[in-house]
């Protein structure tokens, strides 16, 4: 299901080709309710040929499968991005997260949509050339800046830099386990790719370590015990600093959103950063959404495969805390996982 929303119905106009649709007063009804500004307008098996800022587009859109022709995927190109300068009101924002949480790939997406670079409190070389110009750059660089800067910290002090913050949030069983692969695939002695992604004979640690996989064993393990014992307190300490800090002046982003419900996702990213985005800035995005840094896994590994029950029940817990913290805002129920 594809929506479309008001802003560009107007832009859209009188161009609007409707080839395929089973009712055309269904299509008219959702034209005037989107009109009005009542929500969105859904349109199935749709076809539409419109121009927006002089470029022409011819989509198709299909309920299961949007596609975009060759055509218009050449009408969005991979973003130039560029350093912000600072100006008198310069205004610091963290992109907090636990790691493993998808924070790259976000960084990523807010790039193509804003145009501006995205930093970090650390300084990662291997990401600076692969399509993070403001890697190194920091919050306490004087002459120029970023839209937002990754971190990780989860104490008070490490995080009187930052004016505001969006507080990104992943499913703890996902993101313990994308960290423990990220931390331990990085060696070469636990990769099952290393051969790939090793360019030194003479280190153990993989530079392309963002692809590394580490071979499934380990998640059998007494490493892995250690590590869920140790990050699913680190996780729930991590969000609880977090969202009392930054209270009233954060935006809580929920990873699985921005997999399953993108586009109105950005929009609630572009409104937090103050930032005017057109409707080609996020159709552009959700084409360019990809990025570099996704790791291609050749196996696949289920909750109740690589948790024990007591695991399962600790990380539950973790959970718990937060929501109760919260007091539910944030849909984090979804995260509880019962074993079938």
């Known amino acids: ?115 501006y670079c995205t930093g970090t409190v650390y300084c990662d070389r291997f990401l600076a050339k692969k399509g993070f110009p403001g890697e190194c750059v920091f919050p306490s660089t004087k002459a120029k800046g970023c839209i937002i800067y990754k971190s990780h910290y989860n104490v008070k002090d490490k995080l009187r830099g930052f004016q505001k913050a969006i507080i990104l949030i992943r499913n703890p069983f996902d993101a313990l386990k994308a960290f423990f692969n990220w931390h331990t695939g990085k060696q070469s002695q636990y990769s099952v790719n290393a051969a790939v992604l090793q360019k030194n004979n003479k280190t153990r640690i993989i530079k392309d370590r963002f692809h590394a996989l580490v071979d499934p064993s380990k998640f059998n393990s007494t490493a892995w015990s250690a590590h869920v014992k140790r990050e699913s307190t680190v996780w729930r300490d991590s969000y609880l ?61 289920e909750t109740a495969d690589i948790f024990t029950d007591q695991q399962i029940d600790m990380v539950n817990s973790a959970i718990m805390t937060v929501m109760n913290a919260t007091k539910n805002r944030y849909s984090l129920k979804d995260f509880i996982f019962v074993n079938p």
């Open 1 to 115: 299901m594809i929506y479309v929303s008001a802003a560009l119905i107007k832009q859209v106009g009188s161009g609007l080709d409707i080839s395929v649709m089973n009712t055309k007063t269904r299509y008219l009804f959702g034209v005037i309710l989107c009109m009005f500004g009542i929500g969105f307008l859904c349109i199935r098996h749709a076809k539409y040929q419109f121009n927006v800022h002089d470029i022409e587009f011819k989509i198709t859109y299909n309920r299961k499968n949007p596609e975009l022709l060759p055509k218009e995927l050449e009408s969005c190109p991979l973003r130039n991005v560029s350093i912000m300068k600072k100006k008198e009101k310069f205004i610091h924002v963290g992109l907090l997260s636990y790691p493993g949480s998808g924070n790259t790939w976000t960084r990523h997406m807010i790039q193509q949509l804003t145009g």
């Open 241 to 301: 600093t977090w969202l009392n800090v930054f209270q009233n002046r954060s935006l809580v982003v929920r990873y699985k959103d921005l997999r399953e419900n993108l586009i109105p996702t950005l929009r609630k990213i572009s409104k937090f950063l103050n930032v005017q985005s057109t409707e080609m800035d996020y159709i552009c995005t959700d084409v360019n959404k990809e990025g570099q840094h996704h790791r291609k896994q050749t196996y696949s590994l």
